[in-house]
C-alpha cells in the first residue's frame, strides 16, 4: 500500500515553497558558514530554504562602503566563515549554492549619531534611532539599500540563486516608553509634526497632556506597557471605547463619561490612520530611492509583527489590504508572523514569519548588545549607569526573550 498523505502534510508541504533562512545579524555569517546554515535550516524544517535573507547593516555599522554615507563599519563587517572576506564574497557564497538572495535593511539605523535625525517622544526626548519620516533618513537607507542592490546584481550575474526581493524591517519604527502610568510615545519629531499639523493643526495636541487618547488602549504596567491592537480599518471610536472598558483602563480618566471616551476615542483613530499613511509612504521613499533606474525589480516586501494593530510599527494590516490596492504602489508583499493574529490578507500577498512578535525581541537583543559594547554609546543612553553584573543580566534576558519567540517545528508552520 502506498503511504498515505494526512492533510496536515498537505498544508506544510504547501506552506514550505519559497521557504527563506532568515540571518538577523551578521555575526551568524561570521561563525558559520554557508553550507553549514543550510544544513541545519533543513534539519529544522525538512526542506531546502529556496531563499536566504542578509542584512545589509548591523546594529553597530555598515556591511560595506556606501558612497556619500560616512557611518561606521560594524566590528562584524567581515572575514566571514567558510572563508568569504566581504559582503560580497558572502553573497557570492550562498547564491552559487542555488539560494535566492533577500536583503534587509533596518530603517532605524541605531548607528546613526546625528540627533536632527532621530525619533522624538512626547515630552522632546530623542532615543537612539532614525526617524523613518525624516527625508534625510530616507536617502541613507535608500542609498545603503540600493548600494546592496547593486553588490548582489554584479555578483550574481553567472550564479543560480538572483535577487529576489528587498524587506524594510518595520517592527520597530516607534518605541514606546513609559514611567509613572504616563506613555513616552514616539515620534515627534520635526517632521513627524510637520506631516501631522498639514493633516489637521489641532491633532497633536489632544496628546500632549495626560491622560490622552493613548491612555484608551495602551497601559504603563510594572513589566513594560499593556496594549490592545485590535484596531481595524473599519474601527469606530464605540468599538475603541468599548474594547478600553474591557481592559478596564479607562479609569485613568477624570470624566469617564462616554460622550468624553468616544471624543478621545475619535482622536486616537484619526492618529493612527494618519500615522499608518506616514509610515505607509515613508517606505514606499525609501524603496523609491533604492530602486530608481534598476532594469530589474526585486519583490519589496516590509515585516510586520502581526497584530491587527503594531504600535511600534504605526502600521494597521487590513490597511494594507485595501480595497483599491494603492498600498501596491509601495510594496508587493508583507511578512509577519501568522500565530499571533488570525488575519487574512485578501489582496496584499503575505508569507509567514516564523518568530513570535517577527523580530522584535531579536533585534532588541542585537541592538542591547551593540549598545553595551561600545563605550560612547553606552554612557549617551545611560547604560553606562548599570552595573555590569546588572548590564549582563539584561543581556542575559532580552537574549532569552528572543530565542523563546522561535517557532521551530514543521507543526507551528502549519
Ligand atoms: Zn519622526
Known sequence: MPRRMFSIEKRVRQNLDGAVLDLQHAAIFKYEAPAALIETFRATWGVGPQGVVLPVTAPDGLLFPVEGVGEPFSAFSGPFAGGAKDFREVVYCFSQLGLDIYLLVDPTMPFNKTEALHVVDIVGDSSAQVCTSNPRAQEIVGAILGTGIDIVNETTKSTKGKLRGVIIDCVD???MGGRDERLELTCFCPSCEKYFNAQDPLILKHFRTFPNPWNLLLKVG????GHVHNIRANSTPEDVVGLCRQKNYH?????KSTSALLGHADALLEYIRARHNLI???????????????????????????????????LVMDLLDNVDGSTLEYFDEVWFNPSSTEICLERMPFRSYMWA????????FFQLAANASDPSR??????????????????????NQAIAGAASGQTSLA
Open 173 to 175: 519604527l516607534l518605541p
Open 222 to 225: 510594572s513589566t513594560g506597557i
Open 251 to 255: 479609569t485613568v480618566f477624570e470624566d
Open 280 to 314: 505607509v509612504t515613508s517606505i514606499g521613499k525609501m524603496f523609491r530611492e533604492a530602486l530608481e533606474g534598476l532594469d530589474q525589480q526585486p519583490r519589496r516586501i516590509i515585516l510586520g509583527e502581526g497584530h491587527q494593530y503594531d504600535w511600534t510599527s504605526g
Open 357 to 364: 512578535r517577527s523580530r522584535y525581541y531579536i533585534d532588541s
Open 378 to 399: 553606552r554612557t549617551t543612553l545611560g547604560l553606562g549607569r548599570l552595573p555590569v553584573p546588572k548590564l549582563k543580566a539584561l543581556l542575559h534576558q532580552r537574549l
